[in-house]
């Protein structure tokens, strides 16, 4: 199993890019997340919003702020509240290494 980010447009939310964690589908696969996010960049995590049927972790650090989220319906997801160029790069360089963490904790 390998572990993935895999970039999506959610047209419903304004063509927000979004990262949706394929083979990553676990309910509480975002405290983990959240957990290596505040190792490896120092962000803040603020307490899990759990919901009916989908929990939210807000990580912030400086400008930085991300909203990750498990949706029983689609899995774990992660974001920029920040949508421009330059955040959804940082975003995405810093997922590869958290895919990275994650890859290496998975036993076959």
Do not use: C, P
């Not at 190792?39 to 989908?54: L, P, R, T």
């Not at 029983?72 to 810093?94: A, M, P």
Request: glycine letters at 2%; a negative charge; hydrophobic letters at 45%.
């Amino acid at each position: 199993m390998n572990i993935q980010a895999a970039k999506h447009i959610n047209v419903d939310e304004n063509n927000r890019i979004e990262y949706l964690f394929v083979n990553f589908d676990y309910f509480d696969g975002n405290d983990l997340i959240a957990k290596f996010f505040e190792k490896e960049y120092q962000m803040i995590s603020d307490e899990k919003v759990d919901g009916m049927f989908y929990s939210i972790i807000k990580l912030h650090k400086n400008l930085d702020e991300y909203d990750l989220i498990w949706h029983e319906d689609v899995g774990n997801y992660i974001f920029s509240v920040r949508q421009d160029k330059d955040t959804i790069l940082v975003l995405e360089q810093r997922l590869k290494v958290i895919v990275d963490k994650l890859n290496e904790m998975v036993v076959v």
